[in-house]
Nanobody, 122 residues
Framework: QVQLVESGGGLVQAGGSLRLSCAAS????????RGWFRQAQGKEREFVAA????????DYADSVKGRFTISRDNAKNTVYLQMNSLKPEDTADYYC???????????????WGQGTQVTVSS
């Protein structure tokens, strides 16, 4: 059974930081691009960040550029999202994702985690 399991969410004040982790089990995702999405209450799920297999390339939503950093450790089958300078509008459920191509990881991932909640208070 393939599983992507997020952790690291929580409550933080505006301007603070959190690091999300997404561990994979059931198969190795070291050869898959990985990504993060988020969904705020009442809104559609949106792309946040993606990283290539090697980690040498990444892509970010304009709203998080310069504040969020995606990284990966293929030996641990884990991807991370370092979130700095958090804003109340970053409040959402964050989902990790994976797909066989970078384009699909950004647009329509094949695999999803169950989500972790991030709340940023003002």
């Amino acid at each position: 059974q393939v599983q992507l399991v997020e952790s690291g969410g929580g409550l933080v004040q505006a301007g603070g930081s959190l690091r999300l982790s997404c561990a994979a089990s059931g198969r190795t995702f070291s050869s898959f691009p990985r990504g993060w999405f988020r969904q705020a209450q009442g809104k559609e799920r949106e792309f946040v960040a993606a990283i290539s297999v090697s980690g040498g390339s990444s892509d970010y939503a304009d709203s998080v550029k310069g504040r969020f950093t995606i990284s990966r450790d293929n030996a641990k089958n884990t991807v991370y999202l370092q979130m700095n300078s958090l804003k109340p509008e970053d409040t959402a459920d964050y989902y990790c994702a994976a797909s066989s191509t970078f384009r699909a990881t950004v647009g329509a991932p094949e695999y999803w985690g169950q989500g972790t909640q991030v709340t940023v208070s003002s």
